[in-house]
């Protein structure tokens, strides 16, 4: 391992340093000293001559950051298996017998050497039960479901100034059917753009998204009908697209950066306010499904979830009437 | 009990309408549905809106007949588009009756809407549309689909002269084409009654001529016409009876002439001799014949006289007997501006 950290390319990507204790590995991860870490055991050699062996790995806070250590720690992943399954082909079946972690690796199916860690300590958790990618890729997927809600307020706001609106009012279609067509169309696409992005990052980036489909569909629907009754709520306070565009895209990013969507791991206020936040719960609940960590978490999560999304419909059903007045 | 009547219309060149129209009056049905009126092609009872404390419309009591440009008239903030949105349904009223076709707004507003073409002030067209894209986009609203739809497009981009636009999106269009697109869409569902709210704001003298003779086309082709403005020349030109609004009351209705002989307005004529001496215009002003009188810059009079052809030769003789000659002497029909001072005190500009 020593020899692999000290070769060239490696010391062109990272600067490494030692640290005393897995527990000031997490430290420094923590006070952003540090942008990765990675701790193997005492008798890691012996355990990789026997065929098994496991690093923990503990990303930080920075995705781009983690990515390269994860490449280069890959690499040297990589290069143990090439030897195990030399030592496969050295000894025969009799290593393979022996060491089942050695024959997969042989026949291309990886088991994972690296288990991810987490930085909990004292009950504070940077990404929880799931890898960095799949933490951002969670916090993205609700940015973008939430920012889908903006063209609902921006769209509404548009018709309303260029007197479009007030011409669909003169139609003989009610007006609930305007606005609910125009807020479902708006939905469906939120929709797409949801299965768009968790195909593209899990064939992209492999990330993994568990097998709760449903829920995952649940989740975005109900962040979604929560963004629009926001677009809906701000519209009826505010006339210009352009204050409308401001204050929501506002909302959005300090919703985002408080429930941690930016930049993991922020201190315990800054958490404690991001439980305020749709994000937060839309995370947490989506975080749960692909850890499948305790149902009981999940629905706790998923309820607030729509419970916040039925406190902004009740209310946009007060503020219906003055969002799209003309 | 089903009555069918069938009656001619009159067909024009533009081949727009067939030659008969046919419609079919199920008496009970609209019994039922509580219309008993079928008089008056609209029709305001008493119609109160406010906002607040303001009063945008006060005890309007108006009816419109089939086949009639309905000019209104009246400054900025009259009241006149409060009403237009009041008839097409898009604002409620806080009293009084509406009636469009012997619909009530109030209790049927779809069946209203679907009689109504709206071309409101602000050019509501989709931008990111083609002509054709918008004009197909409003016709399905009101239902059109199909062949009727397609053909009903066409003939309102031609009826518009936006034929040759079709495919080009309102970006790159003037403001007059813009405005006739905004005609184009209130159109191809061919309303019983079109209401075109201030439509030539902001454009050039050949759009505004175009819209002007559009909308007299489009009331020989069959339609009620509710034409807004603050322009008292086109009113004045188009409108076969004329509503004057002021403060959100209907101060004045009827004919021109009508209203002009109503309000007791007579001709004025225009004298102008340039050494006029203050001693002429004094001995002018106290004619007992002369019951208007204004001096005005370039030695120029504005007289109202009682029996003008009889009495011309008198302040004539004041000029002479001056020693001033007349260069120059024009008649000047009363109009609605002078109508609308008589009325207000204000004029129409003043207003706006």
Redesign the interface.
Known sequence: MQVFLASEPVKQRLVLRMSDSDEALQEDLRSGRADYGFSMPPDFSEQVRSGKGELNAYPGRMVERNLTAEAVINGFVQEIKIRQSAAIVTMGKAASAQSPDLSSAHTGVSPSMVHVGTLAAGGNVVFGHVSSLQYYSVAYLIMFLLFSGMSAAISLTEEREKGTLQRLYAMPVSMNAIVFGKLAGILAIAFIQAAFIVTFTKVIYGVDWGTDYGGIALICLLTSIAAVCLAVIIASFVRSRKAVELIYSMLVVMMTFFSGGMVAGLGQTVQDIGKFSINHWANEALRQMMSEGSLSGQWQAVLTLGAIAAGLVWISAFRFRKAVEV | MTFVILFPIRFDDFGYLPLTRMIVYNESRNVRKGLTRMAALVEFKNVVKKYETKISVNQLSLTIEQGEIFGLLGPNGAGKTTTIHLL???LPHNSGEIYLEGFSVAAHP??V??R?G?V???????ENLSARENVTF?AR???LRGSVLQERVEEALEFTGLQKFAKDKPLTFSGGMKRRLNIA?AITHRPKLLIMDEPTVGIDPQSRNHILESVKKLNVMGSTIIYTSHYMEEVEAISTRIGIMDQGRLIACGTKDDLIRHAGLKERLMLQSSRLSDEAAEEIRNHPRVTFFQRREGGMLEIELQESQSYLQDILFILSKHGLALQKLTRVEPDLESLFLTLTGRTLRDGA
Do not use: D
Request: aromatic letters at 14%; proline letters at 5%; a neutral charge.
């Open positions: 097409s349904g898009l779809l069946e809407k679907r109504i709206l409101p002030q602000e050019i509501a067209i989709y409003f609203l009101y239902g869409c």
